[in-house]
């Protein structure tokens, strides 16, 4: 069975420059992990407390210190990146066995990504996972980049035959 986290992971592995990469949305620190296996230097980004504890045990344990954890929205994370990266993950909805209000939303996404977009490295790329237990978000997002300019190569990757299965999409730029 397809498992599009690891699918996500493997899109994200294809950079040839991983120098800067981002976790838009860290949860319980498996995408920061991923991340800091690949890129020098990963900054990632959470709104909930559990989400730091959870992100920064998970690093604690696998020694990991190329991470810097920050309790921002993600809307907010050129205050601490505004410089072009090469890598960026945002992995929708809620921290799994937490607080399904706390979950992420379209239109603070929308105003992130947009940001992102502008410091994304050539033959950078940026990883969304949506599940579609919110079909505006899923709507508003996919009509966003199904819009962007042809400096971008936009993907979106679906399991057709399965009922409400999550989906990704990738967007690599492609030149400046
Ligand atoms: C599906 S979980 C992410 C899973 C995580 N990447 C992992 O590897 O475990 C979605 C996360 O996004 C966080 N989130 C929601 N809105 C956010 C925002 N505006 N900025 C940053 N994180 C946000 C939630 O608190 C939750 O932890």
């Known amino acids: 069975m397809i498992n599009i986290v690891e699918l996500s992971h493997k899109i994200l592995s294809q950079c040839e420059h991983s120098n800067t990469a981002i976790d838009m949305t860290a949860g319980k620190g498996n995408d920061t992990l991923f991340l800091a296996s690949i890129a020098n230097t990963v900054i990632a980004f959470a709104i909930q407390e559990a989400a730091i504890l959870a992100t920064k045990q998970a690093l604690e344990k696998n020694h990991i210190s190329n991470v810097t954890v920050i309790q921002?929205?993600?809307d907010l994370f050129d205050i601490y990146v505004n410089r072009e990266f090469d890598l960026a993950i945002y992995n929708l909805g809620y921290l799994p066995g937490s607080d399904k209000e706390i979950k992420t939303d379209a239109k603070?996404?929308?105003r992130s990504l947009e940001k992102a977009l502008s410091l994304l490295s050539v033959g950078?790329?940026?990883v969304?996972?949506?599940y579609l237990h919110d079909h505006i978000e899923d709507l508003l997002i996919t009509d966003y980049v199904s819009q962007l300019g042809p400096e971008f190569d936009v993907l979106k990757l679906q399991v057709l035959n399965k009922?409400?299965?999550p989906y990704l999409i990738s967007i690599t730029?492609?030149?400046k």
């Open 124 to 126: 950078g790329i940026i």
């Open 72 to 74: 921002e929205s993600h």
């Open 128 to 130: 969304i996972v949506i």
């Open 173 to 175: 730029r492609t030149k």
């Open 108 to 110: 603070t996404v929308l």
């Open 163 to 165: 009922k409400d299965s």
